[in-house]
């Protein structure tokens, strides 16, 4: 479980716009510091850190569903500051909810030899899901880091992480389980 040398973390959409910006809600500082705690983890055991970033133009038909948001080249589409991306972490952009939707995810984790993914991000109902159902669908084995991971309510989350772990086989560790794991 958790191979380090074949795991990459996943970050999906911890940007501006959805922590403090036009999508951003009430209960979202716990998962900044999960994710802050995360790469401090992955980053001290030389796991690769993967953004995957909402990175729209104004013709996409999500923003007809959740409004203005994440608009490529301004600052509501940039990584949170807390989370301080490093010369060694990846940026993928991406226009759909899955990080592997006609991005360059895939063959970025296939280069690096890594055939688990940790996620992590917003929302477990929505983008962290289609991401997972694109990585399990590509044979990655997926886990998610549920101290990382939030939705606009518990209920969504909830939600989110049963469909994961029934229809995905997502296993879902806290961040001192896979500090463990990684240790190994």
């Known amino acids: ?25 009430d209960g979202v500082k716990p998962t900044v510091k999960g994710c802050v705690d995360l790469l401090k ?5 030389d796991v690769p850190v993967i953004f995957t970033n909402d990175s729209h133009l104004m ?17 509501g589409a940039e990584v ?3 989370l301080k991306v490093s010369k060694k972490d990846y940026i993928i952009p991406k226009r759909r909810y899955s990080g592997f939707f006609q991005t360059e995810l895939d063959s970025l984790l296939r280069d690096l030899a890594i055939n688990e993914i940790i996620l992590c991000g917003l929302h477990a109902h929505m983008c962290v899901r289609h991401t997972a159902a694109d990585a399990y669908q590509s044979g ?34 806290n961040n001192k389980e896979i500090e463990k794991y990684l240790s190994k």
Not at 1 to 25: E, Q, R, S, Y
Not at 41 to 45: F, G
Not at 63 to 74: E, Q, V
Not at 145 to 153: E, G, I, V, W, Y
Request: aromatic share 10%.
């Open 1 to 25: 479980m958790l191979n380090k040398k074949h795991t990459a973390v996943i970050v999906v959409d911890m940007l501006n716009d959805f922590v403090t910006g036009a999508l951003g809600f």
């Open 41 to 45: 983890i992955a980053r001290n055991k």
């Open 59 to 75: 013709s996409d038909p999500e923003l007809k569903i959740w409004g203005k948001h994440a608009i490529r080249g301004t600052k």
């Open 80 to 82: 949170i500051p807390e």
């Open 140 to 173: 990655y084995k997926v886990y998610c880091a549920t101290d990382a991971t939030n939705s606009f309510t518990k209920e969504d989350r909830d939600s989110g992480f049963k469909y994961l772990q029934e229809v995905y086989n997502c296993t879902l560790l």
